[in-house]
């Protein structure tokens, strides 16, 4: 699961990249912006579930679950956020940095270990 944090976090970095090349900072921090709402989710519920793995005090698909809703719910808060926080928001880049942060963690399933 943490492979796909590194991939995710790769992503946006590339996606900043690209964007600052094409528009400047304006779409470099959009695409930021977008990347890190949906990474910092993702690791938070990473390590929810590697911590919840040594413990085993519930259900793990009722953890599974329930980490899920509230990553979903964070990371549409941390984009909602990141609209009202950055007015100056360059949507296309803002689009492709969540793409791109959102896709690549099925990069970790193709990688072998």
Do not use: D
């Amino acid at each position: 699961m943490i492979k796909a944090i590194y991939f995710q976090f790769g992503a946006t970095w590339l996606a900043c990249l690209m964007a600052g090349l094409l528009v400047g900072t304006r779409g470099a921090l959009s695409a930021g912006l977008a990347g890190l709402a949906c990474l910092l989710p993702n690791l938070w519920f990473a390590l929810r579930l590697k911590a919840a793995a040594k413990a085993q005090r519930s259900s793990p698909v009722a953890r599974f679950f329930v980490g899920e809703c509230i990553k979903v719910a964070a990371s549409a808060g941390l984009l909602v956020i990141a609209v009202k926080a950055y007015p100056n928001m360059h949507w296309p880049s803002f689009l492709v940095g969540m793409l791109m942060a959102l896709q690549a963690s099925f990069l970790a399933f193709w990688k072998k270990p």
